[in-house]
């Protein structure tokens, strides 16, 4: 395994003196944002998880090799690269590598590089999930799956109303995946606060949140969690103002006939262009507040572990 995975000195130090480590994931780099801004976004989150006390590890695949931590320069290609760099999830990855090519790599895949590097927490924006429609499409994130299996804490602002929260929710609990609300009762909706669902348990320190996870993995419950943190309230875009974008950004995919990899991206950029930019500095703000949470639970963990 390990002549596959290249982390960086700097994360490697870190985990080898029990100091905390946030995994960031890349997707949200090469698909989520348009360039300059991504790599501008992913420069700050990094910063911001300095700041607070963590040493930053952004997941990705690069010629060949699977990274835990990249450099300015590094973070700066995938960001220029964009879309043409490959979207990878759990099915990609064995080929991406035997390509020698760069990856791009989605929650699930991150979740994957992260628990193989020894890392317990990623920070994220929204996760992917079960999408409209998908009792005809039946087409489900393999980031779900994920974290059914793999031993990983994401948070995120919890997901976008292109997708079916009810069903997503449902999906989670077959699975067994904890539905955190951080501080809420509500499982937030990625650009508002609300979604009028409810999460399986809040909670409002991350000690409490550290110990339980502790728990979780000691008894070898595998899995991850989903660690729900709603967007502060003074970044909220207006909620008609998405419901009408979303609602467009599906109707245009069904008439392009957009299905697979391709939809998610497909959707959040319309939805930025639709929006007029206004999704964008919200979807900046809340990965940023996302990254700071992510920092506070890995150092409160990293003294439950240690
Ligand atoms: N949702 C967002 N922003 C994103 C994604 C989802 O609000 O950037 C990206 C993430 O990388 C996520 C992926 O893991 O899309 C899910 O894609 P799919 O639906 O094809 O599994
Ligand atoms: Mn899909």
Not at 67 to 80: C, Q, Y
Not at 117 to 127: D, N, P
Not at 181 to 186: I, S
Request: some cysteine; hydrophobic content about 45%; overall charge neutral.
């Amino acid at each position: 395994m390990n002549n596959h995975l290249e982390i960086a000195t700097e994360v490697q130090a870190a985990l080898a003196n029990n100091q905390a480590v946030v995994a960031l994931e890349s997707t949200i780099i090469s698909h989520g944002m348009p360039f300059p801004q991504n790599v501008e976004t992913a420069l700050k989150v990094e910063q911001a998880v300095r700041n607070r006390g963590a040493i930053p590890a952004t997941i990705a695949i690069l010629n060949g090799k699977l990274k835990a931590g990249l450099s300015v320069d590094e973070i700066t290609e995938l960001g220029k690269r964009g879309t043409s760099v490959a979207k990878v999830s759990r099915r990609d990855i064995p080929f991406v590598l035997a390509q020698q090519a760069y990856g791009a790599t989605t929650v699930a895949a991150t979740m994957i590089i992260t628990e193989k590097a020894g890392i317990r927490v990623f920070a994220t924006g929204g996760i992917g999930g079960v999408h409209r429609g998908a009792t005809h499409t039946m087409d489900i994130s393999a980031d779900l799956q994920e974290l059914a299996q793999t031993n990983v804490a994401v948070v995120c602002a919890g997901a976008k109303s292109i997708l079916d929260l009810k069903l997503t929710l449902e999906y989670l609990e077959t699975k067994g995946v904890p539905v955190i609300g951080f501080g809420t009762d509500e499982f937030p909706a990625f650009f508002s606060r609300k979604s009028g669902l409810g999460v399986d348990y809040r909670v409002d320190k991350v000690e409490d949140l550290a110990k339980a996870l502790h728990i979780k993995w000691q008894l070898d419950l595998k899995g991850g969690v989903v660690v729900a943190n709603p967007i502060p309230e003074r970044f909220e875009v207006e909620y008609a103002a998405i419901q009408s974008a979303t609602e467009q950004a599906l109707q245009e995919a069904d008439v392009a006939k957009i299905a697979g990899k391709e939809i998610t991206p497909f959707l959040l950029s319309r939805i930025e262009q639709l929006t007029k930019g206004e999704s964008l500095k919200a979807n900046i703000q809340l990965v940023l507040n996302n990254a700071r949470l992510a920092t506070d639970l890995a150092i409160a963990l990293s003294r439950v572990v240690g």
